[in-house]
């Protein structure tokens, strides 16, 4: 019952889709139709600019920071805080209010990685950061990061390091297929090597 409680608590807080609601108060749009379509931080930085963009990727950032250490709060332990980002994650990407069409989740599972160790955080944006400068596709480093993490977590588990269990370890994989499914279409044009570069809207 208690993960229940989390992942309806993370979907509460993956509701507020920052993109949404910067484009309509800030920006008087609708981001869901300018540019690539989606609610997330690649797109806010494409029509809306840097600074959009940036208050897009912290606000998604911080809000799967909050669910999880408010699940921690209410519950303790790793295991109840990871059900409460795949919420996040969940209420991120289909938001009900909007047709189950939301943002990527990058930002968000992003924000989990440091809550779960900022060590192995850091190691995979680094590798994210060195993937995104030698192809200057945020979507390929996205995918990149989202692949790294559970696989580094996965090592921990078996070295009995950080003291990850197998529950933990399986939500980051799911979160992470997450990732994959909602770049599905990214994967194929990566393959065909019609992806867009990276490009923020002149201000």
Do not use: W
């Not at 991120?92 to 939301?102: A, E, I, N, Q, R």
Request: proline share 1%.
């Amino acid at each position: 019952m208690e993960r229940i409680i989390c992942i309806i608590i993370g979907y509460i807080f993956g509701l507020f889709q920052t993109a949404f609601i910067f484009g309509k108060v800030f920006k008087h749009m609708d981001i869901r139709t300018e540019g690539s379509g989606n609610s997330g931080t690649t797109n806010a930085f494409r029509v809306m600019g840097k600074k959009a963009g940036i208050a897009v990727f912290i606000g998604d950032f911080l809000k799967v920071v909050l669910a999880f250490f408010i699940a921690r709060l209410l519950f303790g332990g790793l295991n109840f805080s990871m059900y409460a980002a795949l919420g996040c994650v969940l209420g991120h990407t289909f938001p009900f209010y909007m047709g189950f069409k939301g943002g990527k989740g990058i930002a968000c599972s992003l924000g989990l990685m440091l809550c779960i160790s900022p060590v192995l955080a850091v190691v995979t944006y680094l590798i994210g950061f060195c993937v995104f400068k030698a192809k200057n596709y945020i979507s390929l480093a996205s995918l990149t990061m989202a692949a790294v993490f559970p696989v580094l977590m996965a090592f921990c588990l078996l070295g009995g390091i950080l003291g990850f269990d197998i529950e933990s370890v399986v939500i980051m994989f799911i979160i992470s297929a997450l990732a994959f499914y909602k770049h599905k279409e990214n994967i194929s044009r990566l393959l065909s090597g019609t992806e867009n570069k990276f490009s923020v809207k002149k201000e």
